[in-house]
């Protein structure tokens, strides 16, 4: 076999080990929680966990610890699963992760779930400055108060709760837009919190009305507030198309892959026979003009002695 031939065959093989070796991963799961991330003191809620199908298992984690463990029924089939909790308290509050197994792997754990509990403290109060309708291009800002002292508030706008803002502060903090517009218009309401995920009760409802500009009034998901406006990603918490899609697409790649993979084996196996049957038939070609020519050469010699 020629040096080149057996050094691509061989790179081959090697190439093919590392990129079994990168396809024998899961992707990354989904979690999420219903009715919500935030959950009031006493109500109970469910977790779900979203993996690619075939998957045998399902752990929840809670602050890194295994917390419970789930089989799809029927096995196999079902590419999600459920984690119906106790009604919530302040233990339970914190950061969720999972996981899922399809036969002997085990996927990365999924992006963090912030469990948030409410009302363990008392109701703040939430008002806005110059007042509930301004003009766009105008600078708003948002008071929220807590006479019960807390360090840490979060305002949150209806629609877009899976992203609070975060301020600090001592019994009272300041959330500014400067300069808001359209899509700054909504529903706010704030909460006061001496944990991360143990929050206060909601403060009462203050909507903002922003006339003279264009643009829908809705915030959503894909659209993005102005820079002062900093809209934390702090809890991310829904479920997205996107992430769906992704991990179609993950799972999608991996057979082209090993579809590839097999076919550039093949292509090699036939290179290499092919190779070989020519070598072969070189070699018998070769035999048989060595043999005539020794045959012609025995004839010549047997009439030289004749005469």
Not at 230 to 246: I, R
Request: net charge neutral; aromatic share 10%; proline share 7%.
């Amino acid at each position: 076999m020629p040096r080149t031939l057996t050094t691509l065959f061989f790179l081959g093989l090697y190439l093919s080990q590392r990129v079994s070796s990168q396809i024998q991963t899961l992707s990354k799961p989904t979690i999420w929680a219903e009715p919500n991330f935030m959950i009031p003191n006493g109500m109970p809620v469910i977790i779900w966990c979203q993996g690619m199908h075939k998957a045998t298992e399902y752990r929840l984690y809670f602050e890194g610890q295994l917390s419970a463990l789930e089989r799809p029924n029927p096995p196999g089939m079902m590419n999600k699963v459920k984690f119906p909790t106790r009604p919530m308290t302040s233990n339970m509050a914190g950061q969720y992760t999972c996981s899922y197994r399809s036969g002997e792997l085990w996927s990365k754990p999924s992006d963090p779930l912030d469990l948030v509990i409410t009302g363990m403290y008392d109701k703040p109060t939430l008002s806005v400055h110059p007042g509930s309708e301004v003009i766009s291009g105008e600078k708003v800002t948002f008071y929220c108060r807590l006479e019960t002292a807390t360090s840490t508030f979060f305002l949150l706008k209806e629609g877009r709760s899976s992203h609070p803002q975060r301020r600090y502060g001592n019994m009272q903090a300041e959330f500014s837009m400067n300069p808001v517009t359209a899509v700054h218009g909504g529903t706010y309401r704030c909460f006061g919190s001496y944990n991360n995920h143990v929050w206060s009760l909601p403060s009462e409802p203050v909507t903002l009305l922003v006339t003279g500009g264009t643009g829908n009034t809705s915030l959503t998901p894909t659209e993005q507030p102005s820079s002062s406006d900093s809209w934390e990603p702090y809890l991310v918490t829904t479920k997205t198309g996107f992430q769906e899609d992704l991990a179609l697409w993950d799972h999608t790649t991996q057979n082209l892959l090993r579809i590839c993979l097999a076919f550039l084996v093949l292509v090699a196996l036939v290179c290499i026979l092919a190779e070989d049957w020519l070598r072969s038939k070189k070699t018998q070609e070769e035999a048989n003009m060595a043999l005539s020519w020794e045959c012609r050469r025995s004839f010549r010699t047997e009439k030289h002695l004749e005469k």
